[in-house]
């Protein structure tokens, strides 16, 4: 564990991880919104 | 042009909007630079050896975890002020990336703590003073979160959000007012104790991380307009 590609792996990889994850969710996020937004449209479109 | 001009949801969306992905392109430039001259440029540190190069991610998220919540703080402060639905939007948004960098502070000084210190985690006044700084971004996210009425949510997160600023001094004085394991500040504005090389490539990752908040922030202040003004015609009418 003295290895220090070990550390570097790690603290550089779990950054890459986080960024990836919250740029994933906000894209989630977003497709959810829009959804909605449609419903609302067919809701409207409906009456 | 008034002030407010900028607090109307539907004129803020279309800002947003075409703001977001130049900051996107600005922060992937900037990181990518930060981390050639990190890598390729800065030297090896004669003690600490090629593990110091963590320091290259773990200081610019420390100050950007920081940073995020004070600005986080001053938008709650003026959606409490002036009642304003953007301004409490605008701190909604910012919570998750500030929670994001302050989590990768702690994991990455855990993974540079352990070559250099020969532990992950010490309760150390730096060290869990930043640990607290996580759970008030957790907090104010469930806060938010907790009320039907999402501007009920708006005001109690809020004033965490303000509460909670009396932290932010206590994280960077720390390793003055108290004998702490982490080493005190090598970069102020009074100047640096750092090789050239090592500083320009902190900066840079810094720099791209503040442009990756900015951007990731007003991509989530979208998402929010759009969930809280679907019913409105101006949302209806988006192409």
């Known amino acids: 564990m003295n290895d220090p590609q070990f550390y570097l792996w790690m ?3 779990a950054t890459a991880a986080a960024l990836l994850a919250e740029m994933a969710w ?5 497709a959810r919104a829009l959804r909605a937004v449609n419903e609302e449209r067919a809701l409207e479109a409906q009456d | 042009m008034s002030f407010f001009y900028f607090s109307s949801p539907a004129t803020f969306y279309r800002l947003a909007g075409s703001l977001a992905p130049g900051f996107f392109a600005l922060a992937l430039v900037a990181g990518l630079a930060g981390l050639y001259v990190g890598f390729a440029v800065a030297p090896t ?20 975890s920081m940073f995020i919540y004070f600005v986080m703080a001053c938008y709650a402060a003026m959606a409490l002020t002036f009642n304003s639905r953007m301004a409490a939007m605008l701190a909604r948004a910012l ?6 960098f302050t989590f990768v502070a702690l994991w990455t000084g855990a993974f540079w703590g ?5 532990t992950y985690w010490v309760w150390d006044a730096r060290l869990t003073s930043e640990l607290v700084l996580l759970f008030l971004y957790l907090g104010f996210i469930a806060l938010a979160k907790a009320f039907e009425d999402p ?3 708006d005001r109690a997160a809020s004033l965490l959000a303000i509460i909670g600023v009396v932290n932010l001094p206590i994280i960077y004085f720390s390793v003055q007012w108290w004998n ?28 791209a991380f503040w442009m990756y908040a900015i951007a990731a922030s007003l991509n989530r202040a ?13 949302v209806r009418d988006l192409r």
């Open chain 1, 11 to 13: 603290a550089y990889g």
């Open chain 1, 26 to 30: 906000l894209r989630v996020a977003r």
């Open chain 2, 45 to 64: 540190d004669a003690q600490q050896g090629e593990v110091y190069r963590v320091i290259f991610i773990h200081v610019p998220a420390a100050w950007m």
């Open chain 2, 95 to 100: 919570a998750p990336t500030g929670a994001m």
């Open chain 2, 114 to 118: 352990r070559p250099t210190w020969g």
């Open chain 2, 151 to 153: 501007r009920r949510g």
């Open chain 2, 180 to 207: 702490t394991l982490h080493q005190g500040s090598s970069v102020s504005l009074r100047g640096t104790s750092m090789h050239v090389a090592m500083l320009w490539g902190m900066l840079l990752v810094a720099f």
């Open chain 2, 222 to 234: 979208r998402t929010l307009i759009l969930e809280r003004e679907r019913r409105t015609r101006w």
